[in-house]
């Protein structure tokens, strides 16, 4: 089993910036790659970034690159989700996940753990 809890979400006006933070628990973090999902109203939840397990390798959506950055440190079990420059199109409430896998990925099926979400509202 193991245990995802995100913080550092919250309301913020465009332009600005939010880490989110999640901390686990449980499996033994470092061979996992982890992924930050998100979720909008009405929508599908879709893929937004995700780190190897030794934090050498990382991919992210399109829509983000250039604005958030993942990163990891195993010795805390903890990834972290920096966000800038953001806008109202990011307002939704974003998960962790923990890979099946060391290897990173951003198909929703090859995560197997979720937190359980934290709120970003980002106002024009």
């Known amino acids: 089993q193991v245990q995802l809890v995100e913080s550092g979400g919250g309301l913020v006006q465009a332009g600005g910036s939010l880490r989110l933070s999640c901390a686990a628990s449980g499996r033994t973090f470092s061979s996992s790659a982890m992924g930050w999902f998100r979720q909008a109203p009405g929508k599908e939840r879709e893929f937004v970034a995700a780190?190897?397990?030794?934090?050498?390798?990382?991919n992210y959506a399109a829509s983000v690159k250039g604005r958030f950055t993942i990163s990891r440190d195993n010795a805390k079990n903890t990834v972290y989700l920096q966000m800038n420059s953001l806008k109202p199109e990011d307002t939704a409430v974003y998960y962790c996940?923990?890979?099946?896998?060391?290897?990173?990925?951003?198909?929703?099926?090859?995560?197997?753990?979720w937190g359980q979400g934290t709120q970003v509202t980002v106002s024009s």
């Open positions: 996940a923990s890979a099946r896998l060391a290897t990173i990925s951003t198909t929703r099926l090859q995560y197997d753990y």
């Open positions: 780190i190897s397990w030794g934090g050498g390798t990382r």
